[in-house]
């Protein structure tokens, strides 16, 4: 069951599985690795190699020949943002998010393409390649993992080991989640394993945000800044400096833990 209605969504959900299948060919976890795989590092210092460019492209090829109109916005592509801020329809991309986990042959690398209307997050697609799990979402359609319905934890205080930190701490450590790649945490937010997540912008940006942000609002998740405001997407940029995630519940409890 594919919650879009739209057989433009489910050419790109095939396009986003044909971008895992390249991920796989190319991952050091791998049966079939890639031996001359090749890395670089930015100007930021992050990683990115042949199979993020890989990815991307077909990402790319399928989003400019389903949605011409729209605007892309890809992490491996560089962008003006007032350019992302004049579109009313922006493809947010990140091919490979998690390319360090990627690289150092972990399972917990992802594929996120969500769509911002009007700078809300109006859908999204998280694929897991090496773990074979697929989030699809879309506003009031609610969000499908596997085809199967997810929704956020019932739990009105946070847990034990169960809100994740990424780039700060919290002020009660034993809240804190076993480190994984953040789109996974935001995915396990979303079905209820934990109860929220806190991230510093340090080297997120919006790619890393746009898909989850669909997949999270529709399994009954609250997102904001580290203030409580609610969160724009497809602006092109940063402005805040914490993404906040929670069930709900307990999401002023979190905004309180966060250590400055």
């Known amino acids: 069951m594919n919650p879009f209605g739209d057989p433009k969504f489910e ?3 095939r396009a986003v599985r044909e971008a895992g299948a390249f991920l796989m060919s190319k991952w050091p976890g791998g049966s079939t690795k890639d031996a001359s795989l090749t890395i670089t590092q930015k100007a930021d210092g ?8 890989g990815s991307n492209e077909i990402l790319m090829n399928a989003l ?40 150092e042959g972990r399972d917990d690398f992802s594929i996120l ?4 209307v009007d700078r809300v997050a109006l859908a999204g697609l998280m694929y897991f390649p090496a773990r074979d799990i697929m989030y699809l979402a879309h506003q009031g359609a609610g969000v499908l993992r596997n085809g199967s319905r997810i929704a956020v934890s019932p739990s009105k205080e946070p847990r034990l080991g169960r809100i994740y930190a990424r780039h700060c701490s919290l002020t009660n450590r034993e809240l804190e989640s ?3 790649d953040s789109g996974l945490a935001f995915a396990q937010v979303a079905t209820g394993e934990l109860d929220g997540a806190v991230v510093r912008m340090k080297t997120h940006r919006e790619w890393d945000l746009a898909a989850p942000m669909s997949v999270l609002l529709e399994a009954g998740a609250k997102v904001s800044d580290e203030t409580g405001r609610p969160i724009e997407i497809g602006v092109g940029e940063v402005s805040f400096e914490y993404f906040v995630v929670s069930n709900g519940l307990c999401h002023e409890a979190i905004l309180g833990l966060i250590a400055r």
């Open 113 to 116: 393409v969500g769509l911002s």
């Open 178 to 180: 076993p480190f994984m």
């Open 11 to 13: 050419t790109l959900e």
């Open 64 to 103: 400019s020949s389903l949605f011409p109109n729209d605007f892309i916005l890809s992490e491996e592509i560089e962008s003006n943002p007032a350019d992302v801020r004049a579109a009313s329809r922006v493809w947010i991309v990140d091919p490979l998010d998690g390319t360090s986990a990627f690289l």
């Open 46 to 53: 992050s990683l990115v190699s042949a199979a993020d460019m």
